[in-house]
């Protein structure tokens, strides 16, 4: 199971399939009011399995947070993709299906006419 994390100073989201679950709710708010001051909310949503935080950067930082919902079981460092990482896995794939398009159509044209352009049905 992944865990995404984006943050941008004032406001952490982190989505994990175990904020879906409604009962483990209060014990992630728990955490969090553990840590004193700067956290202002804490909103879940169950559909996405979604935890938005808006916090005071001057007071807190981000990975104080985090950390605090590591402590808690609610975060697994070693299971986290990063906004980046998800915006470069798509452009990869984006990127691999356009060049898949663009050289099965210039081999197709390539090869059209050709006994051999049955091969470019395959590709």
């Known amino acids: 199971m992944k865990c995404y994390v984006h943050n941008v ?16 709710h209060y014990e992630v708010r ?3 009011v ?3 001051h700067g956290i202002v909310t804490a909103d879940f949503n169950t559909t996405t399995g ?3 935080i808006h916090y005071i950067p001057t007071e807190i930082h ?12 609610f975060y697994h460092p070693d299971k986290t993709v990063t906004n980046d990482q998800v915006i470069h896995q798509a ?10 398009a663009v050289s099965g159509a ?9 006994g ?7 590709l």
């Open 9 to 24: 100073p004032g406001r952490l989201r982190i989505k994990n399939l175990i904020f879906k679950i409604s009962s483990i």
């Open 116 to 122: 051999l352009s049955l091969l470019t049905l395959l």
């Open 50 to 52: 979604s935890l938005l």
């Open 91 to 100: 452009t990869a794939t984006v990127f691999n299906v356009e060049a898949k």
């Open 106 to 114: 210039f081999i197709g044209t390539a090869l059209q006419g050709t």
């Open 34 to 36: 553990d840590m004193g």
């Open 62 to 73: 981000h990975q104080d947070i985090l950390s605090a919902l590591l402590r808690g079981g």
């Open 30 to 32: 728990k955490a969090l």
